[in-house]
């Protein structure tokens, strides 16, 4: 037998033992099943961004019908600059920009005659500018008015959210007011005194801007109110929320300045070692991210009690949590904070396995999805395990030049949670038209046609592999070009603004998809979360 049979024969059984390492309790815990990814700023309406008003219920109405189980969104967390969903203001905060105008004026929380005049947005992608200063407008508006005319229930709801959330809100509220009144300027930039939050500094600003901190707290509870209630909404037909945690949180973000001693930060408040991915075949320098890294010995010292909390805030907002990098919670790639790639970097150990004991002591059983790419070493793929958590497998790297027989779909571990793409791939469709004559025959050669509909072949194999779990991004359901892609990773500008209209999402789709549930048994069956 030659060298290349063996060892192909070695990866067949590696795959094999993966697969039966799985603890049978999980297959229950997440059963066969179908969703969709879309985030919701993606969605249609008439204010420049997808909300939570009914274009959002629309497309739970959409799941329901199509035979869908679960709702996978990106990050909801208020964004800076850049406009990306994983580099929060806050790790438990919720995006203001996603409240719906139209849910306010119906709730009284707005005065009908502020939708007199809406700008007129483009209805394919998000002006983020325009939008921001446009929801900003009426945010504070919805503000004064509920200041002014709130009705004592009303008043007594606010005031609950703000004491039950008081362990974040807080922090957070002052953080933005403070931002805003700086130009949004990197917390490190402010006077030194309010940077090291000196307490007589901080009083002072935070009695000049009393007003203003309660206002951000407003949005916060507008926010949690209109997501609690789609969530309810979605939950009862059948259709749960798969929320997104990144591993890392962004410097500027009230978490850093409210928290130094838990980031590796300098007596300045910069940081010593930010995050990234070592060097690799797709790039020779390596990818800064440049997030601050974890100073894991405090975080142990208090019981990881900033994790909980940061857990526990998105298990109230969704049913399954996407955990991004899980690579770092074994080792992270840590880089010296003054260099310009990521090539000096070192692996860091990281006390994961530590870490998830407590989470599941505090919290019970966490029904999490891990993003299990790059750089998988036995140790990592030890301490999923330990945990029952089920990794992710993208089609689009089953047919690469690295990808081998196990990369195929049929021999997927029936614990994970297949994609026909990501929001960091593209398209489906954009895939199939730059792939290599090599990849694109092996596309071919596996489903068994010319391609012509690859998008719907590759929703067809995704549905019909062995993963419990598949779940196929809204671009690909319409079969859409690269014009559709959500980002494009190392480029600073332009991403996160892709959104369909109103009219892409036809019924034909609904039921085309729910034929392919039905076929492959993947209907909606409850999913544990205890």
């Keep these: 037998m030659g060298q290349s049979h063996l060892a192909v024969l070695l990866l067949l059984a590696i795959a094999v033992i993966a697969n039966a390492a799985t603890p049978a309790d999980n297959v229950s815990h997440f059963p066969q099943s179908s969703g969709v990814l879309l985030h919701p700023t993606s969605l249609p309406g008439r204010h420049g961004i997808g909300d939570l008003g009914s274009e959002a219920y629309r497309f739970v109405d959409f799941l329901a019908s199509a035979k869908q189980s679960l709702w996978q969104t990106l990050p909801i967390g208020p964004t800076g600059y850049g406009d990306c969903p994983y580099q929060c203001l806050s790790s438990c905060a919720g995006n203001p920009l996603l409240v719906s105008p139209d849910a306010l004026v ?33 945010l504070r508006s919805s503000f004064r008015h509920f200041r002014k005319n709130a009705s004592a229930g009303q008043q007594a709801d606010f005031k609950r959210f703000v004491e039950a959330n008081s362990s974040w809100l807080e922090d957070y509220s002052v953080f933005k007011a403070i931002s805003d009144n700086h130009g949004g ?45 789609l969530k309810s909404y979605a939950n009862a037909r059948g259709v749960r929320i798969v929320g997104d945690i990144p591993m890392f949180v962004a410097y500027n973000s009230a978490d850093v300045w409210a928290n130094p001693h838990l ?19 797709f790039s020779a320098d390596g990818q800064l991210w440049g997030n601050p890294i974890y100073r894991w010995a405090a975080h142990a010292t208090d019981g990881y009690r900033w994790w ?68 998988i070493t036995p140790d990592v793929v030890a301490l999923k395990n330990r945990y029952d958590f089920p990794g992710i497998k993208v089609l689009q790297f089953s047919f690469d030049s690295e990808a081998t027989c196990i990369d195929l779909p049929h021999y997927f571990p ?25 990849e694109r025959e092996r596309v071919l050669r596996y489903i068994g046609g010319d391609g012509q509909d690859i998008a719907w072949d590759m929703i067809r194999i995704a549905q019909g592999s062995a993963a419990n779990i598949a779940i196929v991004p809204v671009c690909d359901l319409l079969n859409l070009g690269s014009e559709a892609r959500m980002n494009w990773p190392g480029v600073a500008q332009g991403n996160w603004s892709w959104r369909f209209t109103e009219e892409q999402l036809e019924t034909k789709i609904s039921a085309r998809l729910r034929e392919l549930c039905e076929t492959y048994g993947r209907v909606p069956k409850s999913i544990s979360t205890q």
Aim: charged residues 25%.
């Design 185 to 229: 300027a990197t917390w490190s930039t402010w006077e030194p005194g309010l940077a090291r939050r000196d307490p007589a500094m901080l009083q002072q600003w935070q009695e000049r801007l009393g007003e203003e901190i309660v206002e951000q707290k407003y949005f916060q509870y507008l926010f949690f109110s209109q997501w609690r209630r």
């Design 263 to 281: 980031f590796e930060l300098d007596r300045n408040g910069h940081p010593t070692f930010v995050a990234g991915v070592p060097p690799d075949t």
């Design 308 to 375: 909980i909390r940061r857990f526990r805030t998105m298990l109230d907002l969704s049913d399954i949590i996407r955990l991004d990098h899980f690579r770092g919670f074994d080792a992270c790639w840590a880089v010296p904070a003054s260099d310009r790639t990521a090539v000096n970097g070192r692996w860091v150990s990281v006390p994961g396995d530590d870490l998830f004991r407590t989470l599941r002591e505090v919290l019970g059983k966490l029904p999490i999805i891990v993003e299990d790419l790059g750089i």
């Design 414 to 438: 029936t614990h994970s949670v297949v994609y026909t793409g990501t929001h960091d791939t593209d398209t489906t469709r954009g895939w199939f038209e730059k792939a290599s004559d090599e």
């Design 106 to 138: 119906t709730d009284g929380l707005l005065p009908p005659a502020e939708l007199s005049d809406i700008p007129s947005f483009p209805k394919d992608h998000v002006l983020f500018g325009a939008v921001i200063e446009y929801k900003n407008r009426l």
